[in-house]
Nanobody, 121 residues
Framework: QVQLVESGGGLVQAGGSLRLSCAASGSIFSITDMDWYRQAPGKQRELVARITSGGSTNYADSVKGRFTISRDYAKNTVFLQMNSLKPEDTAVYYC???????????????WGQGTQVTVSS
């Protein structure tokens, strides 16, 4: 099986910074895209940032210039550096990986359990 585990969430004041991590482990053959999503109360889950296997990145307009996604390919880990945080960034943040496991010949999405980020004004 494959597991994704996030860490690094917490409570921070507006203008502050947090760094989220998500480590994938288990029967991994390969990972293509790794994403960060977030879901605020009463809202749909939205894509925040994506990094491809080739290192290309893209961001939601609402976080461009403030958030940076990066990846440690050797450790199957993705990071989200969040700067200049705003109260509207408050949400549960989830990582997702598109993974081919060693036990299957197809790709599928795996999600982490989520980590809470709360930004106070």
């Amino acid at each position: 099986q494959v597991q994704l585990v996030e860490s690094g969430g917490g409570l921070v004041q507006a203008g502050g910074s947090l760094r989220l991590s998500c480590a994938a482990s288990g029967s991994i053959f390969s990972i293509t895209d790794m994403d960060w999503y977030r879901q605020a109360p009463g809202k749909q889950r939205e894509l925040v940032a994506r990094i491809t296997s080739g290192g290309s990145t893209n961001y939601a307009d609402s976080v461009k210039g403030r958030f940076t996604i990066s990846r440690d390919y050797a450790k199957n880990t993705v990071f989200l550096q969040m700067n200049s945080l705003k109260p509207e960034d408050t949400a549960v943040y989830y990582c997702k990986g598109v993974v081919r496991s060693t036990l299957a010949d197809y790709w599928r999405d795996y999600w982490g359990q989520g980590t809470q980020v709360t930004v106070s004004s």
